[in-house]
């Protein structure tokens, strides 16, 4: 099909559907890629610190009792990786007593500055025992973490080359990036098939169209199928029949009223003759009219039309003069034009004209009637184009205005959902993250290893669980993994139980949110109180997490008729701004108080924290759009508080004696709002 507006709809379709599957294929490639790359990160840390933990386990004797010989032959046995770049030994002030080099390079780098660098990781064990010189005391990551009963004998330093990780990470994101290449083509390859047949039936349903469109009615249209696309050929089909019969009805009768017109027109020719004078003067005066005049005969004729006229519709007087008015009016009856323009008199119409070009407007039309020896009618016409097309504008601002409130809304109502829940799902992550460190540290794999021992020695299990002394041991080791298995255990069950909580309790947010977002916008009786209850339940979990008490003081419990959705939204923000100001307090100086107190004919409910306070500077402009001091806030919350506040004839205002001596804010509402608003 021949292309005449640009761009197919084929290819729009194809383009638009490739986008968005390169878009959503780009973001889970890139998303999988940073998450294998820091999995195998934290897999080669863990390496590391796996084989400081062994030698420090093992060094202990040996560091306690200054045995270099020993050291030096630990730090050489454990030099089997050749990805292990050095292992040092160091007595308790970091001097160190024994090393193994695999990497000179590493070693100096090292022993320059004591940190890692890019080419390796670095993994320090400090080595304690007991002040009574008891060994296998815990291995610690610093000397900070030591009991005040132990004594630090030594620390173990291992570095681990970075390149075994860096060859992972390069191989993870090439296999990533070809899989999503290959995934990608084979996309494009399925979406232009199927968008290929479903406009291939289209443009036989356009090519039909146009061969109508240029006046052809022979063409039909015919597609073999019963979707949407079939059923509007069918109908398409349908209108080229009864366009093609009206036509033809059309022309006969056109030829009919031709000689009517024709007849007519000689008519008013002799009558032009006749009063040639006195049409002279009435024709200046009818041009110096600012709107159109048409004189019309009683069988609806044009029988004159003055410059304002010929201006407006875009004809010379003598092609309108002998013609049926209809022809440019065509909310007339062209086949009673008489009976249209006599239902007019006397009333301002609004009719369609059309102009030379075929082109329709609006216009007014003003019919009047005089009895001249026969019935005459004066037309008065105005172009009202500009009229409606100022009023088209206005209505299309209009419904664009109310088009971005509804959004607005919408934006407001997710924007809660999303904070609200966004509290409950920090803890279920906090919940998940423990329960996968308990199964990774969990000790089940070491009981797998005593069983393999018992397997291969079946034939005789007797005398190895009582001459052999790895056998000996067994009994003990199973003891202590049967006790550390119950306990992680119970771990893992209190966990799991917390996570539920907290699933459910999101379940319950987004019910009571739904429930206050289907009400926004009514305006009911409710108490005060009650309302101050619901945002607390939801950031419950939120408050409970940063060991936040709280205090209420409900000195008055009054009914208040609000929209409830709108002052909910207020306090949960308030409440989630005073547990962020109380983060970096003493948990047992966190404490939120919320009062509830009449004053004059406003309700007042204040939400007061413990937190960092707000500075004089920024007490002025903690209501406006755009502004917040946490570094993931986005600075509307308060805003559109303040708007709601208003829009319910009341305000809120925030109050702080400066930084550290926490804040106050309070939202105030009529008890009476209608009495508020005369």
């Not at 490739?18 to 940073?34: H, Q």
């Not at 919320?594 to 004059?600: I, M, N």
Request: glycine share 6%.
């Amino acid at each position: 099909m021949q292309q005449t507006w640009g761009i197919s709809l084929r290819t729009k379709a194809t383009a638009a559907v490739l986008a968005i599957i390169l878009v959503a294929l780009g973001v889970t490639a890139a998303v999988s890629i940073v998450q294998s790359n820091h999995e195998i990160a934290a897999e080669q840390r863990r390496s590391a610190d796996a084989i400081s933990h062994s030698l420090a386990r093992s060094a202990e004797l040996a560091l306690a009792v200054r045995d270099e010989a020993e050291l030096a032959r630990l730090a050489t046995g454990f030099l089997w990786d050749p990805n292990i770049l050095f292992i040092a030994l160091c007595d308790e002030k970091g001097t160190v007593l024994s090393k193994a080099v695999q990497s000179s390079n590493a070693w100096k780098f090292y022993e320059a500055k004591h940190v890692e660098s890019p080419a390796f990781l670095l993994s320090e064990k400090t080595v304690v025992i007991s002040s009574t010189g008891e060994f296998g005391q815990d291995v610690s990551d610093s000397l900070a973490d030591r009991k005040p009963s132990q004594r630090t004998v030594g620390k173990v330093v291992v570095a681990l080359s970075t390149e075994p990780m860096e060859t992972a990470q390069r191989r993870q994101t090439l296999l990533t990036g070809g899989l999503t290449l290959a995934t990608a083509l084979l996309c494009a390859m399925l979406t232009s098939v199927v968008v290929g047949a479903w406009t291939r039936r289209l443009e036989m349903v356009v090519t039909a169209s146009e061969t109508i469109a240029r006046g052809d009615y022979s063409q039909g249209i015919r597609v073999p199928s019963r979707d949407e696309i079939g059923r509007l050929a069918s109908a398409f089909e349908q209108m080229r029949l009864t366009v093609q019969q009206r036509d033809q009805t059309l022309l006969h009768r056109v030829e009919e009223r031709t000689g009517d017109l024709e007849m007519a027109r000689r008519s008013a020719e002799k009558l032009a003759l006749s009063s040639q004078e006195a049409g002279a003067r009435i024709r200046a005066i009818l041009d110096a009219a600012a709107d159109g005049i048409i004189t019309i005969n009683d069988e609806g004729l044009i029988e004159s039309v003055n410059s304002a006229a010929e201006r407006i519709f875009g004809f010379a007087p003598r092609v309108m003069i002998g013609h049926n008015i209809a022809q440019f009016v065509p909310s007339l009856d062209q086949h009673d034009a008489g009976a249209s323009l006599r239902a007019f008199v006397g009333a301002r119409r609004e009719v369609t004209g059309r102009r030379k070009d075929g082109a329709t407007f609006p216009m007014e039309m003003n019919v009047s009637e005089v009895q001249l020896g026969r019935r005459i009618y004066t037309g008065i016409v105005r172009d009202i184009t500009e009229i409606k097309d100022a009023q088209l504008k206005l209505d299309a601002t209009n419904k664009q205005l109310l088009q971005a409130s509804r959004q607005a809304g919408m934006a407001e109502v997710a924007t809660g959902v999303l904070h609200n829940v966004g509290n409950v799902l920090n803890s279920v992550n906090v919940s998940a993250t423990l329960i996968a460190e308990r199964l990774s540290n969990s000790k089940v794999t070491g009981l797998g290893k005593a069983m393999e021992l018992l397997n291969s020695n079946s034939a005789d299990l007797a005398a190895y669980l009582t001459a052999n002394e790895k056998g000996k041991q067994i009994p003990a080791y199973l003891t202590s993994v049967t006790r550390r298995l119950l306990e992680e255990q119970a771990e893992l069950l209190r966990e799991i139980s917390l996570l539920a909580k907290n699933i459910e309790h999101i379940k319950d947010i987004v019910s009571m949110q739904q429930a206050y977002a289907g009400a926004s916008g009514i305006v009911e009786k409710i108490q005060a109180t009650e309302l101050v209850e619901d945002a607390l339940r939801m950031n419950a979990a939120a408050l409970a997490r940063h060991d936040v008490i709280v205090v209420r003081e409900f000195i008055d419990k009054p009914e208040i008729v609000v929209d409830k959705h709108k002052v909910l939204q207020i306090l949960i923000n308030f409440i989630r701004n005073a547990k962020y100001a109380m983060d970096e307090a003493v948990p047992n100086d966190r404490r939120l108080t919320l009062r509830v107190a009449c004053e004059g004919e406003m309700l007042a409910i204040s939400v007061k924290d413990t937190g960092t306070g707000i500075s004089a500077e920024n007490l002025t402009r903690v209501f406006t759009h755009g502004f917040t001091t946490r570094r993931e806030g986005h600075g509307f919350g308060l805003h559109s508080g303040a708007l709601a506040a208003r829009e319910m004839g009341g305000e809120i205002s925030a109050h702080s004696d400066g930084a550290g001596q926490g804040a106050t804010f309070t939202v105030k509402l009529p008890l009476n709002p209608r009495a508020k608003l005369l």
